[in-house]
């Protein structure tokens, strides 16, 4: 059955008609089938349902290629006896690893509602996650798959495999993502995929690496590259290499491998990067927090590497994530000029790239035959808005908060800020009930 979305300003990320005002989508089944300007296409699919969105802006789902579900019952968490992080390596010592080791399946399962219904309501209809749970390995990726699938979110997942918490354990990782992978295949969706997960290479010796690609079996990599300099000053020490170098040689790289961050890179590396095709993935506000450093996106996508914008746990909502990719780089370079037109690019088009590596059908995008992902926010411009001037008003003026909205693969999972696919405070109460526990516990 044909649904129509209308009677609003339509920003389509469509090169041949980026902005139509009082546009409207038709969607059939979980396809975009046709858009154009409402009064005709109401004309054309005439006694079809009829969203009228008053005036609201009608855009593509937002994605989000790098975030941690793992992360969600850390909101609020005092650990009582934690020393005082210092530098990145203790954050990651003294909470993430501390945090990861602790979750058991029920965790895992109400992190991922709450983000994922966190998503939804901050108009992200694509989710690439990136999973730990040391103390409970087997099953994780199935545990978030079906949470997804209930709530009517797309995603990719994966297992960050390593070796800090011994090598019985980095084989349940490897197994999970191989369990995890083939269920994804036979799924054979556009709804769930699966990515091969590694930590970052100062916790994954060579054998484990190796170990890794045997498993993949091409399947390409979501790793964690040069976030901090203990990753680089690791790989210099035992390998003679850096850290890009070092996953050069051991074939981590390529055309479907995400390296996250690219921080403490240099200009050989990014050649590497660039010569295998590979993604890399921004998250400034994560690094900003972590105080890890500002990754050279800039001259990497100077260089045409494919560069998108994920949020590392930090935040769900991408128009935040984008906000804070604007000024991180003027303030890095003292520079107001840098970064206008890269922002937006890493979010509103290059996320879209990097799902057309991994998704049959188009994402990101308002056209025909692209998956019906769209979202509907409540923003009116108090200036004119053009196709010169939409990634201006969509950096200053839109909020997650601002999506009434969501619709994923053609469903509406929420409508005028109520999800439709779960009830949400029945959740929320449940997790705050599980969350207590677990501080409890760790
Ligand atoms: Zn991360």
Sequence with gaps: MTKLIGNGILITRNIENPIINDGCVAISANKIIDYGITSEMKRKYANCEFYDVKGKIIMPGLINTHNHIYSAMARGMVLNDAKVSKNFTQVLENLWWRLDRGLGLIEIKYSAYTTYIDCIKNGVTTVFDHHASAGQVTGSLFTIAEVAKELGVRTSLCYEVSDRDGIENTDLGIKENVDFIEYAKEQNNDMIKAMFGLHASFTLSDETLEKCVNAANNTGFHVHVAEGTKDLEDSQEKYNKRVVERLFDMKILGVNTIAVHCIHVDNHELDIIKSTDSIVVHNPESNMGNAVGCSDVLSMMQKDILVGLGTDGYTTDMFESLKVANIIHKHEHRDP?????????????????????????????IEKDALADIIVVDYTPPTPMNENNINSHILFGFSGRNVVSTIINGQYVMKDRVVLTADENEIYHKSQSVAKDFWERV
Aim: glycine fraction near 4%; charge should be negative.
């Design 337 to 365: 000029s840098v970064a206008w037109k890269e922002a937006p690019q890493m979010l509103l088009d290059n996320n879209a790239t990097i799902c057309s590596r991994f998704f049959e059908e188009p994402l990101g995008i």
